[in-house]
């Protein structure tokens, strides 16, 4: 029995542990990414959701979480990073820092605005957003709910979140952003889970210019 708990720690301690992501670079949304081919999401910063709406000076609403969802993707898109992995979430992504060349991924979001210092979980950014904050940099020119109490603010559990909208936007576990029409063969048995970015749409060309496409069946 020794002998067989002594080859099973041997064996054990001769796998190699799982290596830090590194690779390029596919956005996701403001504070997701793939790395090469692992799912990562930013450590340390939160970002607006898809479809969570700022409100401008003239008191305008927009949807600042896709413009968000732009930015990062014309400033990182095929960039190679690499990570330092610190957690994984309950959605069993890699939580990690990432870098590209000398620049923290994390810290530059937080610093042009275009994400929050996430202080539930880390302070490394805090400065970094007051800063933003100071200058009014990205989203801090605009009114914003924080986007950790926009996906839990409660939600109605009704046919349709808006009156006479029922087109679905459905994002899958790939983090695809999907919309189903009446008729479809999935429609009836898509949920939408506002609380993780999902939304109604009025028209197909709103669910377009929001960054969604249409379900093939």
């Known amino acids: 029995m020794l002998r067989i708990c002594s080859i099973f720690v041997l064996t054990c301690l001769a796998l190699p542990a799982q290596a830090d992501p590194s690779g390029a670079i596919r956005v996701i949304d403001g504070d997701t990414i793939m790395v090469g081919k ?3 999401r930013l450590h340390g ?3 607006p959701e898809l479809g969570q709406p700022c409100t401008d000076a003239q008191g305008v609403s927009w949807d600042c979480g896709t413009w968000v969802s732009r930015e990062v993707r014309a400033r990182w898109q095929g960039e190679r990073a690499t990570c330092t992995t610190r957690d994984r979430d309950r959605y069993g992504r890699v939580v990690a820092t990432c870098h590209v060349g000398q620049r ?4 530059s979001l937080v610093s042009d605005g275009l ?3 996430y202080r539930k979980y880390s302070m490394a950014y805090d400065l970094d957003e ?5 200058a009014g940099r990205g989203l801090h020119g605009h009114e914003m709910q924080r986007p950790s109490r926009y996906r839990n603010a409660p939600t109605p559990d009704t046919t349709t ?3 006479g909208c029922v087109i679905k936007g ?10 189903h029409v009446p008729g479809q063969e999935h429609y009836d048995r898509t949920r939408i889970r506002t609380e993780y970015g999902e939304r109604w749409f009025c ?3 709103e669910a377009r210019r929001a960054g969604w496409r249409k379900a093939r069946r």
């Open 38 to 40: 692992t799912k990562v």
């Open 161 to 163: 979140d808006r009156a």
């Open 115 to 117: 994400a929050l210092a």
């Open 104 to 107: 923290d991924i994390g810290r």
């Open 45 to 47: 910063i939160d970002a």
């Open 130 to 134: 007051k800063a933003a904050v100071v």
């Open 203 to 205: 028209s197909e060309s």
């Open 170 to 179: 459905n994002i899958s576990r790939s983090g695809n952003r999907i919309y």
